[in-house]
């Protein structure tokens, strides 16, 4: 395998090569590591409520990783005459699907914990022979939530986090996010078994519901981050906290030609990757094609996620490009 990593139209620089391929195993690594946990609840989740919420979250957390794996696939893929802009999106899109199952099951078990705490049901949890002795099976689904929030929580979930803004991914983000919340769950699972244990009844439909509340909360904000992001909003920084900075930094290189009196800029987040139209307002009426070439060489060699440039000369800057109004007066003020 060559040095570089086909990603679109370019090659991966190695920084991103290595963190792509760390990416895939790790999300390899989650699938088999969840696989497990989801047979191991499966085992110990008896009666109560919020066990059984929490499993069915665990099977959720699988989404992402399968979303990521899937759209990869398609990401790698060369621009065509049917799609010009390549399949970039197809990111975007796995996010979307990822943040609407969590919202859709996330409500319908909220909505199940409601009704279980509106009808007052007690759940009870049995006992199990264990060699020779008779053993509460609490004790079990609390070992058992103790041990899975491990992975999660502490290895694979920080590894995640500190690959998604190497490669500007807002689904691995979105992932490894979740994961280190995995405590939330687990914390309230086990207190929804002692509930049960201690006779509290309530307390597991408490807790399943503080579940599935968190569910449809990492559903929504998921969604409708992928939503505005295909809707094509500003283009912003992997964690969607702020404006992307590449866009004053194009407008300061545009300016910085002596052949431009002003410059402004529409960056678009295709999913990992931008698209760049720059509106330059030339000082003279004839413009060199060699010009506006070096000018899109140079703003590609910016950033690795820089995929198309379309340098366009304009006497009037549009009104929705990004000029760098902030960028401007910090240049001014020096």
């Not at 099976?137 to 803004?165: C, D, H, N, Q, S």
């Not at 931008?274 to 307002?281: A, D, P």
Request: hydrophobic share 50%; charged share 20%; with cysteine.
């Amino acid at each position: 395998m060559s040095d570089r990593y086909r990603f679109g139209r370019v090659d991966l620089p190695p920084e991103q090569h290595r963190a792509l391929k760390k990416a895939v195993r790790w999300e390899v690594f989650t699938i088999c590591y969840t696989s497990v946990t989801i047979a191991l609840v499966a085992v110990v989740v008896g009666n109560s409520q919020a066990m059984r919420t929490a499993w069915i979250e665990d099977m959720l957390s699988l989404i992402p990783q399968l979303a990521f794996l899937t759209a990869l696939i398609f990401v790698r893929r060369r621009p065509s005459r049917r799609h010009p802009y390549g399949l970039h999106r197809t990111m975007g899109v796995g996010h979307l699907v990822a943040g609407v199952a969590l919202l859709v099951v996330g409500l319908n078990l909220a909505i199940e914990a409601v009704t279980g705490l509106l009808a007052a049901e007690h759940p009870t949890i049995g006992t199990v022979r264990v060699l020779g002795h008779t053993v509460w099976l609490g004790w079990f689904m609390i070992l058992v939530m103790a041990v899975i929030v491990v992975g999660p929580v502490f290895v694979y979930g920080p590894a995640k986090a500190k690959l998604a803004p190497v490669l500007h991914n807002k689904l691995l983000f979105a992932d490894a996010d979740m994961a280190k919340a995995d405590w939330h769950t687990n914390v309230a699972s086990v207190v929804g078994v002692l509930g049960i244990g201690l006779g509290v009844w309530w307390l597991d439909g408490a807790a399943a519901l503080f579940i599935s509340v968190g569910i449809i909360h990492d559903g929504f904000r998921n969604t409708k981050s992928a939503v505005i992001d295909l809707m094509d909003q500003q283009a912003r920084t992997y964690d969607d906290k702020s404006v992307h900075p590449l866009a004053a930094e194009v407008v300061r290189l545009a300016r910085g030609h002596g052949w431009i009196a002003d410059a402004a800029v529409r960056l678009r987040d295709m999913g990992q990757v931008f698209h760049l139209e720059v509106f330059v307002q030339p000082r003279r009426t004839r413009v060199r094609t060699s010009d506006l070439t070096a000018l899109a060489e140079e703003i590609t060699a910016l950033d690795w996620k820089v995929q198309d440039v379309v340098v366009i000369p304009a006497e009037n800057l549009p009104d929705e490009a990004d000029d760098a109004a902030e960028a401007r007066e910090e240049e001014s003020s020096r």
